[in-house]
């Protein structure tokens, strides 16, 4: 209905000769993802169809996004291309329960590879065994994980985003899942964070 409405708002009086060549019409969507419902990358291509229906020779550029909560890995993923491919690995979620966390990395032939984590495919609101948990019990631990796993392949590089998540620990939990602390009597050989590590963190800006 909303692709519709667009197609008669060009064909409305007063734009009658730009629409006889309307052809070189050219509709970007780029909506954010409907939480708990679609992907951006989805909705899309929903938006494409409904705009191709009503005029076929419209050109629709589709450029999904995300806010640093749900969808971040989906947009980053589909706006790089072949530059970068989708793997997953074993951690825990908010609530305790072991899940295959989805991740990015992105290749560049300029420098080291990048890894594309989304707090809220780990820890996020839509984990249905995590929101089932009190949330004084709910845990980053997670996250830490997977930057773990990570930084032991020679990861060195990351982006995260932090939206979208269910837990209220502050990242504490994060950091110790990252870098667990030795045994007291063993902590001379606890390891430190590698250098040149480099960070970058994308929060949502939506208010709860």
């Known amino acids: 209905m909303a692709c519709g409405r667009l197609i008669a708002y060009f064909r409305s009086a007063g734009r009658a000769a730009a629409w006889a060549d309307h052809r070189q019409f050219r509709v970007v969507v780029a909506p954010d993802s409907f939480k708990g419902s679609l992907g951006a990358p989805d909705v899309c291509a ?3 169809r409904g705009l191709l229906r009503a005029s076929p020779d419209v050109e629709v550029t589709a450029r ?40 990015g990395m992105l290749a560049s032939p300029e420098g080291p590879t990048t890894a594309v984590l989304e707090a809220a495919l780990v820890v996020g609101i839509t984990d ?24 032991d392949q020679g990861v060195r590089r990351f982006m995260i985003g932090l939206g979208g998540s269910s837990t209220n620990d502050g990242g504490a939990r994060h950091a110790r899942g990252a870098w667990p602390l030795a045994p007291r009597s063993d902590r001379s050989r606890s390891r430190s964070w590698p250098r040149r590590t480099v960070w970058r963190w994308r929060a949502s800006t939506h208010r709860r």
């Open 46 to 48: 929903a938006l494409a």
């Open 128 to 151: 249905a065994v995590g929101m089932n948990t009190p949330v004084g019990m709910r845990t980053t631990r997670g996250m830490g994980e997977l930057v773990r796993a990570l930084l």
């Open 64 to 103: 999904p996004m995300a806010d640093g909560g749900e969808g971040t890995l989906d947009a980053v993923l589909t706006a790089v291309g072949g530059a970068g491919h989708r793997q997953r690995v074993s951690v825990h979620g908010a609530g305790g329960a072991a899940l295959d966390a989805a991740y």
